[in-house]
């Protein structure tokens, strides 16, 4: 199965699984660019905003295209409660494009629930599986064997 992870990522957590992914997959890996400055204080504040308000954002031009892969592997940092805008402008823009979907995401503490039903409702796809971590799992080296988990999911599909 001809297999493709894309992510966003502000902080390097969501890249740490996407890269864990791709390595037991060995598969396409894209980094999707957020154009609005999102460091420090009032980057954070407007990222928080921008998420809550569902609004699209500038994003860098992807150069693989999704609907040449059985499978796209979508990753988002939870942000209030949802995917972050990068994530939500890149499903909008490809929303034709997929076959299958797997969706995982990086969290404080909660909203991976609400987040995978928001990608659910945008990619109008049911995804074969989904992993939720939380940021101190993967900052400690923790989320191997979940990850690992979930991409035999996604191979036996
Ligand atoms: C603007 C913003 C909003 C956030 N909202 C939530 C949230 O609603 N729930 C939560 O558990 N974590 C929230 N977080 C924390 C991130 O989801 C978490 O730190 C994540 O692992 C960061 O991933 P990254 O390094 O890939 O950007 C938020 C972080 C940011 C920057």
């Known amino acids: 199965m001809k297999t493709l992870v894309v992510y966003y990522s502000r902080t390097k957590i969501t890249e740490k699984v996407a ?37 699209e954002t500038d994003i860098s031009i992807s150069d693989k295209d999704p609907s040449r892969y059985d499978c796209v ?15 939500r402008t890149y499903i909008n823009q490809n929303k034709d494009r997929f076959k299958k979907v797997a969706f995982f995401c990086t969290e404080g503490g909660s909203g991976h629930e609400k987040t995978f039903k928001d990608m659910e409702e945008l990619t109008k796809k049911k995804p074969i599986t989904t992993l939720f971590l939380l940021t101190k799992e993967v900052s400690k080296e923790q989320h191997i064997n979940k990850t690992q988990e979930f991409v035999e999911k996604i191979k036996e599909s």
Do not use: H
């Open 73 to 87: 592997i979508i990753g988002t940092p939870v942000w209030a409660f949802t995917m972050a805008p990068a994530i």
């Open 19 to 55: 890269q864990t992914i791709s390595e037991n997959i060995n598969c396409d890996i894209e980094e999707i660019i957020d154009l609005k400055d999102r460091s420090g204080a009032i980057g954070y504040l407007k990222a928080g905003k921008d998420a809550m308000k569902k609004v």
